[in-house]
Antibody, heavy 120, light 108 residues
């Protein structure tokens, strides 16, 4: 059974760096083709894809946010970490991590999400 | 990469069929058959309903179907039920992922 869970601060100040951790079980990020992505959703608004890391450490980023994002993995801990620099109130969102199955361009398992508020 | 365009809302009566459109460009929706659809109930995480345009994951009702024509993908819900009332998002892959603007489905 695949599960994912996001963790991190619920409140960050403007200009600070956000660090979120996705801890997962039921799969290995060393399995060929597997990936873990991050998606966010501002309150009452649409989903927005942020980043994805593959089993082979290949990384992909949203073109509009690429300069602010870094995604890394720790296969031994079954964790994926997303950092976002220079946080702004418009970055207030629920942040989700999600599993990408081998060979398929979709997210089939999602974490419950974590709400991050950016405010001074 | 701009968000894919979906109607803000679609409604239907129980038992009816509704279709949600998702319009992109020849660079994303039109280039690949890699559109996925997600259902999201209030306060919940999205749930995968359709992938690769028309394939259903195990456990998803066959009342949900997907298709594509040109730069527009569509999700059809047949035999509409009260539990289908939710937000729906399309997502296309073209080197990176882009989600749609979202559609609120209301069951009258």
């Amino acid at each position: 059974q695949i599960t994912l869970k996001e963790s991190g601060p619920t409140l960050v100040k403007p200009t600070q760096t956000l660090t979120l951790t996705c801890t997962f079980s039921g799969f290995s990020l060393s399995t060929s083709g597997v990936g873990v992505g991050w998606i966010r959703q501002p309150p009452g608004k649409a989903l927005e894809w942020l980043a994805l890391i593959y089993w082979d450490d290949d990384k992909r980023y949203s073109p509009s946010l690429k300069s602010r994002l870094t995604i890394t993995k720790d296969t031994s801990k079954n964790q994926v970490v997303l950092t976002m620099t220079n946080m702004d109130p418009v970055d207030t969102s629920t942040y989700y991590c999600a599993h990408r199955t081998t060979g398929l361009r979709m997210f089939d398992y999602w974490g419950q999400g974590t709400l991050v508020t950016v405010s001074s | 990469q701009s968000a894919l365009t979906q109607p803000a809302s679609v409604s239907g009566s129980p038992g009816q069929s509704i279709t949600i459109s998702c319009t992109g460009t020849s660079s994303d929706v039109g280039s690949y058959n890699l559109v996925s659809w997600y259902q999201q109930h209030p306060g919940k995480a999205p749930k995968l309903m359709i992938y690769e345009g028309s394939k259903r994951p195990s456990g998803v009702s066959n009342r949900f179907s997907g298709s594509k024509s040109g730069n527009t993908a569509s999700l059809t819900i047949s035999g509409l039920q009260a539990e289908d009332e939710a937000d729906y998002y399309c997502c296309s892959y073209a080197g990176s992922y882009v989600f749609g603007t979202g559609t609120k489905v209301t069951v009258l």
